[in-house]
């Protein structure tokens, strides 16, 4: 029976290629921080991406990329369910294959609805600004209804989707200063009570970017995709 | 044990019959449900999936999955016989990243390749054909994406495998997926739809043709 513990005997090298700012990024430093898991953080200057990076992940060549022993992994979907299955404490993910199944469902839900959604309603004009937005009214209602008598997406403590969902607990107050606009409003009591509960949790309020320097950076965004006319 | 396993898809879609592959594949008994996609929706696909309104839903004992590639893991999980996934994480991990590399950059590209207009048509061709490049990287010499046996990363490319030669033949184009451009990954194409067990799972060739040979014309005749 192999017993699986926070510090392996043999020497294990864990690294992580991220950004300060990505989200994506986040979760991964997320997961191996509620895992107890050492690693060497590895910020990465995407308008000069390192050999590394581009070793590591050539088919995207995007962060984050986690290197275990040498053998990197990308996507930090895939990376998440990898950290889970190589080291067992705290799970993210449950025993149970239908409720391994919903976690699934909803991080993906995030990353394939939610999310682009909410990037659309900050990035886009006109016409397709309404689209997004309308989007992400429907997307944030489905999401408000999963959290019917739940803490956490998880049940009492948090699984991957709370990790996929995450963002929304630092990042979207910032697109509200910067937007002017509040997307995740009081229509959606459950998710703002759940993003008050998320931001609470160590993992969180010790790893979060600092509130400023990301205004500054979204300010700068929303501004190149909102030029004055 | 008295177990239910009903699959709600379409006869053409290749995200439904990547879920029949699956249970196939484990020997899993189950009761198909044919969903009109292009009309009303039944009441039931809209109990079952209420988020996305789409086929591909299992449902086990009354339970519903959906989404084709969380169906397949819970597929993998629940029924044990044939893996369809590796038990090192790191190989694991290997095979949800090719996967999710069908889904996100292949699928897409390809779709917008087939059908886009004319003067779109070559930098399309070009973004497709850079993703089935780099997808047949992935194969590296072997048999199939998951080694001697089909895999999550086969079932996933089964659009590749077997709806893109079809869907080429009924628009004329045949400059995607060709044996010259891509050798390994058109053989593997071939050793993909030969497989007893992924034979059982595909549409009937004629029907799929005669579905994009119409579709085609639709579109030309919108012109």
Same mark, same amino acid.
């Given at each position: ?108 839900? *995030? ?73 995740? *409003? ?44 | ?47 079952? *999936? ?68 004319? *003067? ?104």
């Amino acid at each position: 029976m192999k017993v699986e513990c926070a510090k392996t005997m043999a020497a294990e090298e864990v690294k992580l290629l991220k950004t300060w700012s990505s989200l994506f990024g986040l979760r991964v430093v997320w997961a191996l921080k509620l895992k107890g898991i050492q690693y060497d953080a590895i910020d990465e200057d995407l308008s000069n991406k390192s050999a590394l990076l581009l070793q590591h992940n050539p088919v995207y060549k995007k962060i984050p990329v986690l290197v275990h022993n040498g053998k990197p992994i990308s996507e930090s979907l895939v990376i998440l369910e990898y950290i889970d299955e190589t080291w067992k404490q705290n799970p993210i993910l449950p025993e149970d294959p239908l409720e391994k199944a919903r976690e699934r469902f909803w991080a993906k839900f *995030n990353d394939e609805k939610l999310l682009p959604s909410i990037w659309g309603a900050f990035t886009k004009e006109g016409k397709e600004r309404e689209e997004a937005i309308a989007a992400a009214v429907e997307n944030l209602k489905l999401v408000e209804e999963e959290l019917k008598g739940k803490k956490f997406f998880g049940g009492e403590k948090i699984g991957l989707a709370d990790v996929a969902f995450g963002w929304l607990a630092y990042l979207i107050c910032v697109f509200d200063e910067v937007t002017g606009f509040k997307i995740v *409003n009081e229509r959606y009591p459950l998710l703002l009570a759940w993003m008050q509960e998320f931001s609470q949790l160590p993992i969180a309020k010790d790893n979060c970017p600092p509130h400023d320097k990301l205004v500054i950076k979204f300010q700068a965004l929303y501004e190149k995709h909102h030029p004055a006319k | 044990m008295s177990e239910e396993v009903k699959v709600l898809g379409n006869w053409g879609s290749c995200f439904s019959r990547r879920v029949e592959l699956a249970l196939k594949i484990k020997g899993v008994e189950y009761e198909y449900i044919e969903e009109d996609v292009y009309g009303n929706k039944s009441p039931l696909l809209l109990k079952y *999936n209420p988020v996305h309104k789409k086929v591909p839903v299992l449902l086990h004992n009354g339970k519903p999955i959906a989404e084709s590639l969380v169906i397949i893991e819970y597929i993998e999980e629940t029924w044990k016989g044939t893996p369809i996934l590796p038990e090192d994480p790191y190989e694991k991990a290997m095979a949800r990243f090719w996967t999710k590399f069908v889904d996100e950059k292949c699928l897409p590209a390809l779709w917008r390749a087939v059908w886009s207009p004319e *003067n779109e048509r070559e930098k399309a061709v070009e973004e497709a054909c850079k993703c089935l490049e780099t997808l047949q990287s992935a194969l590296n010499g072997k048999r199939f994406f998951g080694g001697d046996t089909v895999g999550l990363v086969d079932i996933a490319a089964n659009f590749i495998g077997f709806w893109l030669r079809i869907i080429q033949e009924a628009t004329g184009h045949g400059d995607l997926l060709s044996a010259e451009k891509f050798p390994t990954l058109f053989k593997w194409t071939d050793e993909f739809v030969s497989c007893s067990v992924v034979k059982q799972s595909l549409p009937p060739r004629d029907k799929l043709l005669a579905f994009f040979k119409a579709r085609v014309a639709e579109a030309n005749a919108s012109k």
